[in-house]
């Protein structure tokens, strides 16, 4: 199996760069199921992020507020060069800290800070009528009454007849009916080692899980960010228990 | 003055003279837009007022307001009295101002600034210079301009020195070498002989003509144009709350007109409502970038018409136009174009009418490096929207506080988070050496173990900002052992002075 994937020896996990393609024969063919074990392949081989063919709603559970890893998923998917939205309501706010426009290196940022999750809900759909931006970010905490089903499907139509993505972030909310047609939740995930400093927290990761998709089967991925482009991880670090884990 | 300090002297020069003299740099924009509004105030006793267009040599700049006062001086009592209510209105603004009335506008200039004393009535006030008062007792023509009324003002105008007469330096110079040194000695030459030693432009017999009345001199006055406004008055009083939106429906498009006549974007628009009492209600909207888009201000002004008190009835509603920008008539016939500066700036103005315009905000780089001053937020309806921005970690605008601009890209290798929490929240931190990086850290109640982490970053204290005992931060980079990255720093090292043991703060989450 190692064969076919370029794994490092030696300690630590370390990004597959790419997927073997499928025809070089069968110890190749036995890495690609062993990755297919998790989630879905594109027929070329390379793995990617699902992504909606179309701009739409978007939902990301974050396990809760202090987890603050969904904001290095999220950005990454979005188009830096037009203006962002981004929405987030008060109380979001004060448990998670309040948008840093310094780190984010986006061109132009619109932010709203909405007293409620009806002004919050509000401002997005208002967003999600322009079509010059590049997405609508919102940010809210908990389960509020007025994030229903009804709300959501409105974001989802709302999104898809301006082509303007949407993005739903819900701060330790459970995740009951909603119209969004992809639901994710992230957790941070220990990071790859530093180029440079093993003391240092290098590239990004997380433990992404698609549990509800339109046109994607869901899936569990330890994903992490290099040279921005999302790659996968296998799901422990440790090989061995990696084939147990598989095979057994 | 008194001690011989003229304008005109070298500073040290005068300081020498008197040495109480203060000085004060020099404004000139501000003393124009200053004077553009005295001009509006000073309509109140002429509707034709002037800024004097030529400056005053010596001084440089502008300082003179011409007003035409034909047929306006019986309204004061007579032109003594009208004078004395602007000496009056003028000191009660601080300002000392020399009145000269006279029938031609150049006379008047002459006199107010070169009537030597004698002449005029010196009035002394509270040891200021005093105001110098000059008038010619002479009705002053009622429209147009006639031919010059006698000897009287002639009289008045020759003994000054010809500089009155508005000419340009060289042109006083030459006179003044010829002998010429008062109005009256000029007056005296025949006409033949001055007549080819001076330009055209710039002849002190058309001067000379302008000031006696023989040559026109029309003012051209500011115009004044008041705020585009749409009335609508009722048939009889209405107390139903709708009766707001009814009226917007006439309103606005109304207004709409009278902007595309004047070619003119609105960015503040007030809507009032006259109740049956006399007392108003009003409420007002702003806009980013100047519309006069009859739907888009429709759509802004609907909720704060609903939510206007009818009281015990509405007669009357008034729609103005607080702030207008001018708005070529080509953003018109572009139906319907998706135009991505336009379509942002509609949505702020949404976004701010309904939830406030403090709470629709844009980031602004300010000179600083304490990370939570480093963001700036600006309402977004207040900011002139960014050119298209360029790619990822391009510049925003800079707003200059006091320090000359620095270069707004973000400096390699400086990681900033993604959220910053708007007061940093103190934890507790076990660490191995007092100065050595931390190893754990409870927060909320929840302890994190340090799996890695990067730092010190040290940010020093704004010293010229901030009191003596400011501690400087060493911001860490952590991340814990489930992966969660934080942002945190020490406040102070321990034994520097300025505190005990040093506390530790969570300052931002990173992704």
């Keep these: 199996m190692a064969r076919g994937l370029s794994l490092v020896a030696g300690g630590g996990s370390r990004a597959v760069e790419t997927c073997a393609p499928a025809k070089a024969g069968t110890q190749s063919g036995e890495a690609v199921g062993a990755l297919r074990a998790s989630g879905p392949l594109p027929s070329q081989g390379y793995w990617g992020l699902p992504q909606p063919p179309r701009p739409t709603l978007c939902e990301l559970f974050a396990a809760s507020a202090r987890d603050g890893g969904w904001a290095g998923f999220l950005l990454p998917q979005i188009d830096a060069a037009k203006p962002l939205l981004w929405i987030q309501e008060r109380m979001a706010i004060v448990e998670a800290g309040r948008v840093h426009p310094a780190g984010l290196g986006l061109a132009e940022l619109i932010h709203v800070e909405a007293r409620d999750a009806r002004d919050a809900l509000w401002a997005m759909e208002e967003g999600l009528r322009c079509a010059s931006l590049s997405a609508v970010v919102g940010e809210i905490r908990g389960d509020p009454a007025v994030l229903d089903f009804t709300a959501t499907r409105r974001l989802a139509v709302a999104a898809e007849r301006s082509g303007v993505a949407c993005w739903l972030v819900r701060l330790g909310g459970t995740a009951n009916l909603s119209g969004a047609r992809m639901r994710w939740r992230i957790a941070s995930g220990p990071s790859l080692p530093h180029p440079f400093d093993p003391k240092a927290p290098g590239a990004l990761a997380w433990d992404a899980e698609l549990f509800r998709a339109r046109g994607f089967a869901p899936g569990r991925w330890s994903v992490a960010l290099e040279t921005n482009r999302f790659h996968l991880l296998p799901p422990t670090g440790d090989r061995a228990l990696e084939e147990e884990r598989l095979y057994a | 003055m008194a001690s011989g300090a003229r304008p005109g002297m070298r500073l040290t020069d005068a300081r020498a003279l008197d040495p109480t003299l203060l000085a004060e740099p020099a404004d000139p924009t501000g003393d124009a837009a200053l004077l553009k509004r005295l001009a509006r105030w000073a309509g109140r006793w002429s509707p034709l007022v002037e800024v004097d267009p030529s400056t005053a040599r010596g001084t440089g700049g502008e300082d003179g307001l011409r007003l035409d006062v034909s047929g306006v001086a019986h309204l004061f009592g007579g032109e003594e009295r009208l004078a004395a209510d602007m000496e009056r209105s003028f000191a009660g603004l601080g300002l000392t101002a020399r009145i000269a009335i006279a029938p031609t506008a150049a006379a008047a200039w002459a006199l107010a600034r070169y009537a030597p004393p004698p002449w005029g009535e010196v009035s002394s006030r509270s040891g200021d210079g005093g105001g110098l008062r000059a008038f010619v007792p002479f009705p002053p023509p009622a429209c147009g301009w006639h031919p010059p009324a006698g000897g009287e003002l002639f009289a008045a105008l020759a003994p000054l020195p010809v500089a009155a007469l508005r000419l340009e330096a060289r042109s006083v110079q030459i006179l003044e070498r010829l002998g010429l040194k008062t109005i009256g000695q000029l007056a005296r030459v025949p006409r033949k002989s001055l007549q080819r ?47 707001a939106g009814q009226a917007l429906e006439r309103l606005v498009p109304d207004l709409a007109r009278q902007l595309a006549q004047r070619r003119l974007g609105v960015r503040r628009l007030h809507l009032a409502g006259y109740r049956v009492d006399g ?233």
């Design chain 2, 197 to 243: 030693r001076f330009r055209e432009a710039d002849n002190p017999l058309h001067a000379l003509d302008r000031a006696l009345g023989r040559r026109p001199e029309p003012l051209t006055a500011a115009p004044y144009a008041p705020s585009p406004r749409a009335l609508a008055r009722l048939a009889e009083p209405a107390t139903h709350p709708e009766a």
């Design chain 2, 279 to 511: 007392s108003i209600a009003g409420s007002g909207v702003a806009t980013a970038i100047p519309s006069r888009d009859p739907a888009h201000l429709h759509r802004l002004l609907k909720d704060k018409a609903a939510a206007l008190d009818p009281g015990f009835g509405f007669d009357a509603f008034a729609l103005t136009a607080s702030w207008c920008e001018p708005l070529g008539a080509a953003q018109d016939s572009l139906v319907e174009e998706p135009d991505g500066v336009g379509e942002v700036a509609k949505l702020v103005d949404r976004l701010s009418v309904k939830l406030g315009a403090e709470r629709v905000r844009r980031p602004v780089a300010v000179e600083s490096h304490v990370p939570e001053r480093a963001s700036g937020w600006v309402a977004a309806v207040e900011v002139p929207l960014p050119l298209a921005g360029g790619v990822r970690g391009g510049p925003v605008p800079i707003v200059r506080h006091a320090l000359p601009p620095a270069p707004s890209r973000k400096r390699e290798g400086e990681k900033r988070p993604h959220h910053l929490l708007d007061h940093p929240e103190a934890i507790a931190v076990v660490y191995a050496t007092p100065e050595g990086l931390p190893r754990r850290f409870v927060w909320r109640r929840l302890v994190h173990d340090i799996a890695r982490v990067e730092g010190p970053e040290r940010i020093a204290p704004e010293w010229w900002r901030e009191r003596s005992s400011a501690r400087l931060r060493d911001y860490y980079r952590v991340e814990d052992e489930a992966g969660r990255r934080y942002w945190i720093y020490r406040e102070g090292v321990i034994n520097d002075g300025r505190g005990g043991a040093p506390l530790w703060f969570l300052h931002g989450l990173f992704g």
